[in-house]
């Protein structure tokens, strides 16, 4: 008989992206809309504990978020269609920053508060600003508008990427050849 772990016990940051990750495809199965994303992922990002988390998708099917110390229940597969790609969980870009983290993170909720307090007339049309500020904010601490270096150096990426290309694709043709 295996223990049931205690809905007190505290989560990782793990388990919120884990959380996070299943609420994104729950929401790409059609199964809850944008603004009820928004909702819950702001709930999943200041859950502490097991149980705000299960609270979350009690309503939900499967997948859950996974615990460090139990193991993911897979579900069975159910066929996806011959034309579409199985959709991938997004992962944040290398190298960033937590700062840069943060902002990608909470920015779209921001937006979304803000969008949906103008639209029900709690606060006036002056509050978008806000969000504005913010995203021209991180535009110019990580933006791309800022390094024409990065420019140039996914430049030069690129053209080596294709020199490797058309060589290896030389040397298949010369094989070929013999």
Do not use: C
């Amino acid at each position: 008989m295996t223990e049931v772990p205690s809905p007190q016990l505290r989560i990782s940051d793990q388990n919120r992206e884990s959380a996070l990750t299943a609420l994104g495809e729950h929401m790409s199965a059609g199964r809850i809309d944008i603004d009820e994303y928004g909702e819950r992922s702001a709930r999943i990002t200041a859950a502490k504990t097991r149980g705000e988390l299960v609270e979350i998708f009690a309503d939900l099917p499967a997948p859950h978020p996974r615990y460090d110390d139990a193991p993911q229940a897979v579900a069975p597969p159910q066929p996806a269609p011959e034309a579409a790609p199985a959709p991938r969980p997004p992962s944040p870009p290398n190298g960033w920053t937590g700062g840069q983290r943060f902002v990608a993170a909470f920015l779209p909720l921001i937006w979304i508060a803000t969008i949906a307090l103008i639209a029900t007339g709690v606060v006036h049309g002056t509050l978008v600003l806000v969000p504005i500020g913010l995203s021209i904010f991180g535009r110019a601490m990580w933006g791309h508008g800022g390094g024409h270096h990065d420019h140039r150096d996914r430049h030069l990426r690129e053209r080596e990427r294709r020199r490797e290309l058309r060589d290896s694709y030389r040397d298949h043709r010369r094989g070929l050849d013999r």
